[in-house]
Nanobody, 122 residues
Framework: QVQLVESGGGLVQTGGSLRLSCAASGRTFSNLAMGWFRQAPGKERESVAVISGSGHSTDYAASVKGRFTISRDIAKNAVNLQMNSLKPEATAVYYC???????????????WGQGTQVTVSS
């Protein structure tokens, strides 16, 4: 079993930055692909960014490419999402997810965190 705990959400103005973190435990961290997903009110959950267990492969939603960066902190068994130039449409609950298989994490993930709210004011 894998436990995921997110932190770092909050309220920020348009154009501002936030850094989300997700601490993972319960399984060898390098064996897990990690990802960030978000769900806005009235919308389906969508993949924001994913990263392979090695950290060598990443993938981003087109809407955040160039502004968001996903990274792994091996020392802390954590995955971070640096979000810059935030827009109001980024307002959502952000979820951390983990799965043993990088190729499928965007479609399904075995483990989920509880979510953290990000609100971008206009």
């Amino acid at each position: 079993q894998v436990q995921l705990v997110e932190s770092g959400g909050g309220l920020v103005q348009t154009g501002g930055s936030l850094r989300l973190s997700c601490a993972a435990s319960g399984r060898t961290f390098s064996n897990l692909a990690m990802g960030w997903f978000r769900q806005a009110p009235g919308k389906e959950r969508e993949s924001v960014a994913v990263i392979s267990g090695s950290g060598h492969s990443t993938d981003y939603a087109a809407s955040v490419k160039g502004r968001f960066t996903i990274s792994r902190d091996i020392a802390k068994n954590a995955v971070n999402l640096q979000m810059n130039s935030l827009k109001p449409e980024a307002t959502a609950v952000y979820y951390c997810a983990a799965d043993p298989i990088y190729g499928r994490i965007r479609i399904r993930a075995d483990y989920w965190g509880q979510g953290t709210q990000v609100t971008v004011s206009s």
